[in-house]
């Protein structure tokens, strides 16, 4: 006998009726775990989206920070720089009068610290 030309449905309590109404549940069931793994993945993707913009946030408030504190560190040096200036300037050039050499030989006889060193530790 020939089942495939049976045109009568498995009736509801019979094996193939159970079975039936397995594979549709399981068909089902893998249908509704599929949407639920899209879903799943895109909201993922939104996420590591938002991740990508955050850290491209952070990389730019990085970049300003970087840029500002490069330019005060730059003021600072030319502020250095100018007061380096200012003291050269302002110390004798030439030679030294008599009166300052005589000092200077005074200080050294008596053994004068001419260069203070750096307090040691």
């Known amino acids: 006998m020939n089942h495939a030309l049976n045109d009568n449905p498995a009736a509801p ?8 109404r397995l594979v549709r549940l399981g068909v089902f069931a893998c249908a509704l775990a599929a949407t639920g793994a899209g879903a799943l993945a895109q909201d993922q993707d939104r996420n590591r989206r938002s991740d ?5 946030e ?5 970049a300003q920070r ?4 490069f330019e005060v560190r730059e003021q600072g040096r030319r502020n250095a720089e100018v007061q380096q200036d200012a003291v050269r300037e302002e110390r004798p050039r030439g030679r030294l009068s008599p009166d ?6 005074r200080q050294i006889k008596e053994g004068a610290d001419l260069y203070p060193s750096s307090r040691r530790r």
């Open 13 to 20: 309590g019979t094996a193939c009726g159970r079975l039936a």
């Open 52 to 56: 990508d913009a955050q850290a491209r």
């Open 58 to 62: 952070r990389y730019e408030m990085q």
């Open 66 to 69: 970087d840029a500002r504190a």
């Open 100 to 105: 300052e050499r005589r000092d200077l030989r």
